[in-house]
């Protein structure tokens, strides 16, 4: 057995690791007090309980941690307290602030480590975004972009959690239209590769969407979605001097109608930064193209599915899986994104790309939290005096495949990744403020024993 393989049936078998849980007296909730919040509906705050008035508690240990995670994870409260005393719950809850006209400076590449490489002050993107939580104190988010710079963009995003009486049913409105000068064409020697014609403007992107949301039970969503997609790209695009295949049938503009379904089954502890729990998402997308073929429609199913388990003391181990199904096996290059994209990525492998129509990606990783702590954070601040922050050592192993079958038949254009198992791993250092911000820093390593340090402002998995 190899060493990688150890790694992994190790983490596997630390994770069947239980911890008994505290008991304490039985008592029936008589009433629920909140204090402290002087936006949000009480409503809200109760709809996420695991209890309600009425209930005999047995175990109140277990439904007040597991209620302080849920309503953490509404992302409206930067601290949450939970007590009774003879039935009489009294819930103290800090909130954030709701209004935040936040400033974006941001990069045009795939991920921070790809841009550091040039530093090039061109490609950055720079703008406002005015977000707006928690509108009418019932966790509404209104969110209007605003970006120049590397690329022009604006949207309008606007969620409803919940519309009906019962709490179960909420929407959301999403509308999208930006443009860039340069276009991120082809993908050569497992890197993109980008195409700019005098500073003219080449591809223009349109979207509307509309989700419907159901959620009855605490940890399950249901998500139906439909919408619109178009984009249009200058002529010398898809040249044959450029892509002919940049869009289907070296045609200059692509229009999508497409509708989908996702479930959500999601029990972290923490959202933002997870230590313990579940998350599986199943999503299926059917897309039709209004091009001059008739019933021309391509089909995509994504699974995906982490666990998080603490394993003894300050170790805490997480497991990752997910896989990509695409029905076309040979689509335009704007659908053949596999790893190396968002979160689908194998670490040590951040400076590349691997594309095709289908995948399947692991991850494993073990961490150490050293630090856990509150400290004083802004003084006179008000909400922010306080800021719990955590440290982390982590070690990690990931692997992926990425069937692509245009390279199959023989049209390689240098790549090398596709069509064989991709391993990387390494040592990192994970930093997170407030529950759910977070940055990392990783030695990485491939499985050609390239390796450097990356960083990264998200959780890994």
């Known amino acids: 057995m190899t060493l990688k393989s150890i790694f992994v049936f ?12 505290s008991f304490d007296s039985t008592f029936k909730i008589e009433s629920i007090e909140i204090i402290g919040n002087k936006k949000t509906k009480d409503g809200i705050i109760l709809r996420e309980l695991t209890f309600k008035v009425g209930d005999t508690i047995v175990n109140w240990n277990y439904h007040a941690e597991q209620s302080r995670k849920q309503l953490i994870n509404l992302f409206l409260f930067n601290e949450i307290q939970l007590s009774h005393n003879n039935g009489q719950v009294t819930i103290h809850v800090t909130e954030r602030w709701y209004l935040w006209p936040i400033p974006i400076l941001d990069y045009a590449d795939r991920n921070f480590n790809q841009w550091w490489l040039t530093k090039d002050p061109k490609r950055l993107i720079y703008g406002v975004d005015l977000s707006w939580y928690n509108l009418r104190g019932r966790n509404e988010t209104m969110v209007l972009n605003l970006v120049m710079g590397y690329t022009k963009s604006a949207g309008l995003t606007y969620r409803i959690p919940f519309f009906n009486k019962k ?16 276009v991120w064409y082809a993908t050569k020697s497992d890197k993109v590769v980008f195409f700019n014609d005098n500073d003219q403007q080449l591809i223009r992107r349109e979207m509307g969407e509309l989700v419907l949301t159901h959620r009855k039970k605490f940890f399950s969503y249901h998500n139906f979605y439909g919408g619109f997609r178009r984009i249009r790209v200058n002529d010398t695009v898809v040249s044959n001097e450029v892509n002919r295949g940049y869009l289907l049938y070296g045609l200059n503009q692509q229009k999508e109608l ?30 039709n193209f209004l091009v001059p073929v ?3 429609q391509t089909l995509m ?9 603490p394993v003894k003391g300050r170790f805490f181990g997480s497991l990752h899986g997910t896989a990509r199904w695409y029905s076309n096996n040979f689509p335009q290059y704007t659908n053949v994104q596999a790893l190396g994209y968002g979160k689908d990525y194998i670490r040590g492998y951040e400076l590349f790309v691997i594309d095709g129509s289908r995948f399947a990606l692991g991850k494993a990783e073990l ?27 982590s070690g990690y192993f990931d692997a992926g495949y990425v069937v692509n ?6 049209n390689l254009n240098g790549n090398r990744l596709p069509n064989s198992l991709q391993n990387g791993g390494g040592v990192g250092f994970n930093m997170v403020l407030f529950y759910d911000y977070c940055m990392r820093l990783e030695y990485s390593f491939d499985r050609y024993l390239n390796n450097r340090m990356y960083v990264s402002f998200v959780a890994s998995m």
Do not use: C
């Open 167 to 182: 709490k179960t049913w909420g929407v959301q409105l999403k509308l999208i239209a930006n443009a860039n000068r340069e």
């Open 294 to 296: 008739e019933d021309l």
């Open 405 to 410: 079958f245009d390279q199959q038949n023989g």
């Open 367 to 393: 961490k150490y939290r050293f630090l856990s702590k509150k400290f004083k954070f802004l003084d006179h601040t008000k909400n922010y005096e306080i800021a719990p922050l955590s440290l982390f050592l």
């Open 301 to 309: 199913f994504k699974v995906a599915y982490s666990r998080y388990f």
């Open 10 to 21: 190790f983490l596997f078998f630390l994770s069947s690791y239980s911890y008994s849980q």
């Open 258 to 287: 497409y509708a989908g379904y996702q479930f959500v089954y999601d029990k972290r502890d923490f959202k933002g930064f997870p230590l313990s729990g579940h998350l599986l998402k199943v999503n299926g997308e059917m897309a």
